[in-house]
C-alpha cells in the first residue's frame, strides 16, 4: 500500500491560533497533538483541533505545500479552512471511524 503524507491546519478554535503541519500518520500526529505532545506552540496555545487536511502521495510535494500555505496570509488560510469546513468542525473523530 502506498504511503499517504497529509498537509494539515489545527486550531485552537474558530478564526483562533493556527498550526500547519505535515506528517505521514495523520490520526497519529494529531493525537500527540491532543495530549501536548506535538509541539511546544500548539500545547502552549492550546492548538488541538484539525480543521483541515489534504492528501498528498509524494513526501515532497506534500511538504512543499506545507511550506507555501505557511507563506500565506492568513485570510488565504481561512479561506482554505472555510472553503472545505464552513462550521470548523474537529476532523479528527473522522479519522478513527
Not at 478564526?15 to 490520526?27: E, H, M, P, R, S
Not at 496555545?45 to 487536511?53: I, K, N, Q
Not at 507563506?71 to 470548523?88: F, G, M, S, T, V
Amino acid at each position: 500500500m502506498e504511503q499517504t503524507y497529509h498537509v494539515y491546519i489545527l486550531a485552537s478554535g474558530r478564526n483562533g491560533t493556527l498550526y500547519i503541519g505535515v506528517t505521514g500518520d495523520l490520526a497519529q500526529r494529531c493525537w500527540q497533538h491532543r495530549n501536548g505532545e506535538g509541539s511546544k506552540f500548539a500545547a502552549r496555545y492550546d492548538v488541538r483541533h484539525l480543521v483541515h487536511a489534504e492528501a498528498f502521495t509524494n513526501a515532497n510535494e506534500a511538504i512543499a505545500r506545507e511550506k507555501a500555505i505557511k507563506k500565506w496570509r492568513r485570510a488565504w488560510k481561512l479561506e482554505l479552512i472555510e472553503r472545505d469546513n464552513p462550521q470548523w468542525l474537529d476532523l479528527y473523530e473522522g479519522l478513527n471511524g
